[in-house]
């Protein structure tokens, strides 16, 4: 399964603010739900403003339970919430 370009190329903007230390980590409120967020920002500089750039929050509480990673044996595939849990 390809990851998109844009999202790769969200990812290394990702890497470069975390090596050159314009990574913040800023409390928001979800949009929809108003639930509090944890998200990760870029922070840049419009001439004396910081301009964070959010590119996705933390999960809440165990991010394993969260997210079904690739299936090794599909290439299109996820595994299973059962396969994940070895049920």
Same mark, same amino acid.
């Given at each position: 399964? +390809?990851?998109?370009?844009?999202?790769?190329?969200?990812?290394? #903007?990702?890497?470069?603010?975390?090596? &050159? !230390? @314009?990574?913040?980590?800023?409390?928001?409120?979800?949009?929809?739900?108003?639930?509090?967020?944890?998200?990760?920002? +870029?922070?840049?500089?419009?001439?004396?403003?910081?301009?964070? #750039?959010?590119?996705?929050?933390?999960? &809440? !509480? @165990?991010?394993?339970?969260?997210?079904?990673?690739?299936?090794?044996?599909?290439?299109?595939?996820?595994?299973?919430?059962?396969?994940?849990?070895?049920?």
């Amino acid at each position: 399964m +390809a990851i998109p370009d844009h999202a790769r190329t969200n990812f290394n #903007t990702l890497l470069r603010a975390a090596s &050159d !230390g @314009n990574l913040a980590l800023m409390e928001c409120l979800d949009a929809v739900s108003g639930q509090t967020r944890y998200v990760l920002c +870029a922070v840049g500089r419009d001439h004396a403003d910081y301009v964070m #750039t959010p590119f996705g929050h933390l999960a &809440d !509480g @165990n991010p394993y339970d969260a997210y079904l990673p690739p299936d090794p044996a599909n290439p299109s595939g996820f595994l299973s919430a059962e396969q994940v849990r070895g049920e």
